[in-house]
């Protein structure tokens, strides 16, 4: 059988091709994830807010020009004193000693005439600085305060309350006598404490306390004008009619109509809100007939429509049901238990447990509540179509009209508009109106939707020999990391497929973080930096005590750190004599591990050897639990623990958990994975199983070609196979969990349980034997694959050569947010002076935008160039703003400055150069140095212009088996980076540039003629 396995990750790959049970290939390929590795937000954010800024900033651009020209026009001045040249201050802007601030100007015209060129200055500060607020936006109820949103309406609020209570008639009036040129206290001033500093008046980066509302600021102009006519300014009304139109004039918002997915059944039906009344029943169906089904297979009672109605009646209705009146409904006893969720949790009381909601729909009780408690008057129709309009329609006057054409009072109306939806199901309207009939009458959604005869319009029915790209298959896939994780699979699964062949099957695992959010995967990495460092701390204890370094040993240190030195079951002192004895303690599963097939760290104690004995195959409760007393003491010293290994320790019931125990632990029911699955399976051709093919979870004659294992099993498998700790310094453990997932089947999972069942009963014999170490690994050897597998995996796992893919696009901002002046200190002293830094902007090297000085944004690649008589080599670089321009740089890096400190010019790449290549981040080279016996390939990271050097990393990063040759290379290397700095490249014995493949094959890069430069031109802008 031909069967290759995945270990996928958000930046790595790790693969394994076995064929009639021999390993024949295993590799990796790592890549970057789709975010920012800093902050883990998506990489369009930058480009998204920028885009954003710029919109924000021309529009109001465009409001005031409009403002002034209509200023200008009424007072008779120039319009060119009020527009900025080139970047420079408009001459009506600059200040003189006498020049009064715009907000003293503001407060000075509620009670005297101003000079039309003061009122002109307070109109013009009040339309730039307009306040939060959009007459169009709906105002949605906003529980989080959290946010930044919250934080803007509290201090709105708060500054209303302020305003009220003090008897200001204006925010100017506000702002100018609270904040304006008022000092600091001591405790506010940031920098000497004898200095003078005063507050600001507007609010800095991140701080919100100065926010004002829209509708305040319009009432304050509106204030300003009429008080000036009364004091014989002699404005006319349309005049003041058109500056307040112009100050806070505001676009209509867009709905989102256009951004909503298709039905997967029917390409011309839009996506139905989530919760719209027939989606949130056809979501409360699904779990009801799942629950049904799982209560029917312990009960033996067969529930029919009626009872299905009375549920979904009441979840309808109230917009929730727990699990109590569940438990009612159905008239079920006690000894019966609900499937497996995650709010239910039967650790505690029954009682307590079953008072979790088993369904529960907040927005379709808010929903009611703002039709005044009933749905009554409308249909069901009407009632799908006004959670739409909440859903899709952000624009307040739009929003009312839509609800004219329903029957509803304006209280109903208002309380509508604060509602906000957002999400959508993967059904449209029409296919639901097909489908609940079928779900009412008690079929499940699967059986529903071939009953109505529905087909995915999308899906690829003809299958290939290759799988097709994903947006094909999946065109709603939002998660940019999931995307380009599905982009790097496809390509490793197809290069595999043109090598090898058509598969009897592919075995398939993901990493926790594939599919989790940013705040998440924060979490898991903070969970694996804290293991790590509790790893070291039982390292250095191991070393304290003399105790060998080997797994079992950490591992038990670890546990003894953890529980306080002290045995869970029977409370003695866990002492150091008792560590170093082999046969004093052992190492417990809490819930069995024949049963519960969990090899966790969670689900692991130190204990006695003897009161591993007295628990045998039991959970702690079924083993103590009649002794009341010593259960109360175990549950006291096991309160201490982390959570989730309290929760085990203290379950009562573990026989309701059993049962689902085992296939949990096996197969990977996650949203990615099944993603992935049924995509692979659903368009990639197999070579037909045999009848009697078996399933990972054992499951005869399925004939499944696809199978999702969860890490959970994997990581089992690593410990007992004698693949030992993940080593994440390196990527290799890429390829290791891959050969585990390749070689996972149901056979050696059945061996494998078999062997620990068999252990668990016979723990007394084996203790009083004294069973050691060495003949317990002589014991469990049987169930490996193959003879000498551990030797043999490690062996073709140091022969991987790991895959990269080139970042070849041109992205990212064309250059830095911070502006200089041309005579900015900094620039001055780091490029030579004016001179220097004229010399730095002609080079490329920093860019001019108007009057000011920016840095370049990212280095896109370098060109390679090699003088033909020296043989050195140079490199001329290109950045986003070169391909911007259009315009190909041809002037190699020069590092230094000349005697009066000025930046060298850089060198003109004549016809006395020779164009050898272009590089990208992560292409691959062949270096040698002078020093270097013999060329090293290796990964370029980037190309540094203040010294002319390169910087590149090892393939694999693994720092233990650097050769005395690489050293000479990898001088900067350690154990968590093995990389080369500033690596001078003129006088390089060799420097080639290679290709490697997704599969790790690597070649020599043919001779490619320079590339020009441009970015692309979007669709909407090319010419016809």
């Known amino acids: 059988m031909k069967i290759i396995g995945f270990d996928i990750g958000i930046a790595s790959i790790g693969w394994a091709y076995m064929e009639d049970n021999e390993l024949k290939d295993c590799g990796v390929r790592i890549f970057t994830k789709a975010e920012n590795p800093k902050t883990k937000a998506s990489l369009a954010l930058p480009r998204r807010k920028a885009r954003s800024a710029r919109r924000r900033l021309a529009r109001r651009r465009g409001r005031l020009y409009a403002l002034k020209q209509l200023i200008c026009k009424e007072f008779g001045f120039y319009l060119g004193d009020y527009v900025s040249d080139d970047g420079d201050l408009p001459k009506a802007y600059i200040h003189t000693k006498d020049t009064k601030s715009p907000y003293e100007l503001r407060t000075l015209a509620l009670t005297q005439k101003l000079e039309h060129k003061d009122l002109a200055r307070a109109i013009l500060h009040i339309a730039k600085h307009r306040g939060y607020g959009n007459k169009h936006a709906r105002e949605a109820e906003d529980t989080e305060e959290q946010n930044e949103t919250g934080k803007i309406k509290a201090a709105i609020?708060?500054?209303?309350?302020?305003?009220?209570?003090?008897?200001?008639?204006?925010?100017?009036?506000?702002?100018?006598?609270?904040?304006?040129?008022?000092?600091?206290?001591?405790?506010?001033?940031?920098?000497?404490?004898?200095?003078?500093?005063?507050?600001?008046?507007?609010?800095?980066?991140?701080?919100?306390?100065?926010?004002?509302?829209?509708?305040?600021?319009?009432?304050?102009?509106?204030?300003?004008?009429?008080?000036?006519?009364?004091?014989?300014?002699?404005?006319?009304?349309?005049?003041?009619?058109?500056?307040?139109?112009?100050?806070?004039?505001?676009?209509?918002?867009?709905?989102?109509?256009?951004?909503?997915?298709?039905?997967?059944?029917?390409?011309?039906?839009?996506?139905?809100?989530?919760?719209?009344?027939?989606?949130?029943?056809?979501?409360?169906?699904?779990?009801?007939?799942?629950?049904?089904?799982?209560?029917?297979?312990?009960?033996?009672?067969?529930?029919?429509?009626?009872?299905?109605?009375?549920?979904?009646?009441?979840?309808?209705?109230?917009?929730?049901?727990?699990?109590?009146?569940?438990?009612?409904?159905?008239r079920l006893p006690e000894s019966i238990r609900f499937p497996k969720d995650s709010k239910l949790d039967y650790t505690k009381e029954q009682k307590v447990a079953e008072k979790a909601a088993f369904i529960e729909f907040k927005n379709l009780k808010a929903f009611k509540k703002a039709l005044g408690g009933s749905f009554a008057g409308l249909s069901r129709k009407e009632l799908d179509a006004i959670a739409t309009h909440i859903t899709l329609t952000k624009d307040k006057i739009h929003f009312q009209q839509k609800l004219e054409s329903y029957a509803l009072d304006d209280n109903q109306k208002e309380a509508l508009s604060k509602l906000s939806f957002s999400h959508h199901i993967h059904l449209g309207f029409e296919a639901l109106n097909q489908i609940l009939p079928f779900m009412r009458e008690g079929l499940r959604y699967d059986e529903a939707v071939q009953q109505a005869g529905l087909k995915e319009w999308r899906k690829i029915t003809q299958k290939e020999n290759l799988l097709s790209p994903l947006h094909k298959y999946e065109p709603y896939l939002a998660n940019p990391v999931v995307a380009r994780a599905m982009s790097e699979y496809r390509k490793v699964l197809n290069s595999l497929l043109k090598t090898y062949g058509q598969v009897h099957k592919i075995h398939i695992e993901f990493t926790r973080e594939v599919g989790r959010n940013a705040k998440d995967r924060s979490k898991i990495e903070k969970e694996q930096r804290d293991k790590l460092a509790k790893n070291?701390?039982?390292?250095?204890?191991?070393?304290?005590?003399?105790?060998?370094?080997?797994?079992?040993?950490?591992?038990?240190?670890?546990?003894?750190?953890?529980?306080?030195?002290?045995?869970?079951?029977?409370?003695?002192?866990?002492?150091?004599?008792?560590?170093?004895?082999?046969?004093?303690?052992?190492?417990?599963?809490?819930?069995?591990?024949?049963?519960?097939?969990?090899?966790?760290?969670?689900?692991?104690?130190l204990v006695f050897t003897k009161e591993n004995q007295n628990k045998r195959n039991k959970t702690p409760f079924e083993a103590f639990g009649e002794d009341t007393k010593k259960w109360e003491k175990i549950l006291s010293r096991a309160s201490t623990l982390p959570k989730a290994k309290y929760r085990r320790i203290s379950n009562i019931k573990f026989e309701d958990k059993e049962a689902g125990f085992i296939p949990r632990n096996i197969n990977d029911t996650s949203y990615i994975a099944r993603l992935c699955a049924n995509w692979t399976k659903d368009c990639l051709s197999f070579l037909p199983l045999s009848e009697n093919e078996v399933t990972i979870s054992g499951e005869k004659g399925s004939k499944v070609h696809v199978e999702t294992i969860s890490g959970n099993l994997t990581a089992t498998l690593r410990h007992y196979w004698g693949l030992g700790e993940k080593n994440r310094n390196n990527h290799l453990h890429h390829a290791i969990d891959a050969i585990i997932i390749v070689f996972s089947n149901a056979k050696t999972i059945k061996a494998f349980s078999d062997f620990k069942k068999q252990r668990e009963l016979n723990k007394a014999r084996f203790y009083a034997k004294e069973l050691a170490e060495a003949d317990y690994k002589q014991q469990k050897v049987f169930f490996e694959p193959m003879e000498d597998f551990r030797q043999k995996i490690l062996a073709k796992v140091d022969s991987i050569f790991v895959s990269k893919p080139p970042r070849k696009r041109a992205r990212g901002a064309l250059h830095e947010e911070t502006f200089y002046a041309f005579d900015d200190k900094d620039l001055m002293k780091k490029y030579g002076g004016q001179e220097g830094v004229e010399k730095a902007v002609a080079l490329g090297k920093i860019r001019r935008i108007g009057t000011k000085i920016v840095n370049n944004g990212a280095m896109v690649r370098v060109d390679i160039f090699q003088h033909k008589q020296s043989g050195k080599f140079y490199g001329v670089p290109i950045y986003t703003m070169d391909f911007a321009l259009g315009i190909l740089p041809n002037k190699a890096v020069i590092a230094g400055k000349d005697k009066q400190g000025v930046i060298k010019d850089w060198l003109e790449m004549d016809s006395s150069y020779e164009f050898c290549f272009s590089l990208f981040k992560d292409d691959l080279i062949l270096l040698q140095k002078k020093d270097m016996e013999k060329a090293e390939l290796c990964y370029f990271v980037s190309f540094g212009i203040a010294t002319a050097t390169i910087q590149v990393e090892k393939h694999n990063n693994k720092f233990e088996d650097l050769s005395e040759n690489e050293k000479l290379l990898y001088t900067n290397a350690t154990a968590k980076e093995v990389v080369a700095k500033s690596i001078g490249i003129q006088n390089l014995k060799i420097f080639e540039k290679y290709h490697v493949s997704p599969l790790g094959e690597v070649k020599k890069a043919e001779f490619a003629e320079r590339q020009n430069i441009a970015l692309p031109s979007s669709p909407k802008h090319k010419k016809a």
């Open 536 to 605: 070291e701390a039982a390292k250095k204890q191991c070393e304290n005590l003399r105790l060998p370094l080997s797994d079992s040993n950490i591992l038990k240190m670890k546990l003894w750190i953890e529980q306080g030195e002290f045995c869970i079951y029977s409370g003695k002192k866990i002492t150091c004599d008792d560590l170093q004895n082999p046969q004093k303690l052992q190492i417990d599963h809490i819930y069995p591990y024949s049963r519960s097939f969990d090899d966790s760290y969670a689900n692991k104690v």
């Open 157 to 330: 609020k708060e500054n209303e309350k302020i305003l009220q209570e003090k008897g200001y008639k204006t925010i100017g009036e506000y702002l100018y006598k609270t904040f304006y040129q008022q000092e600091r206290s001591d405790s506010e001033k940031k920098g000497n404490k004898n200095s003078k500093e005063f507050q600001n008046v507007r609010n800095k980066a991140g701080n919100y306390e100065h926010c004002m509302a829209q509708d305040k600021l319009k009432a304050e102009l509106e204030l300003i004008l009429q008080v000036q006519n009364k004091l014989g300014a002699n404005l006319k009304d349309s005049f003041c009619q058109k500056v307040i139109d112009i100050a806070f004039y505001q676009r209509e918002l867009k709905d989102f109509s256009d951004k909503v997915g298709k039905c997967i059944y029917d390409e011309n039906s839009p996506r139905a809100s989530k919760d719209s009344l027939s989606a949130m029943e056809f979501i409360a169906l699904t779990r009801i007939l799942n629950a049904l089904q799982s209560i029917s297979k312990q009960s033996g009672e067969v529930y029919g429509k009626d009872m299905i109605a009375q549920i979904s009646h009441i979840v309808l209705e109230k917009g929730e049901i727990n699990y109590k009146a569940l438990r009612e409904i159905l």
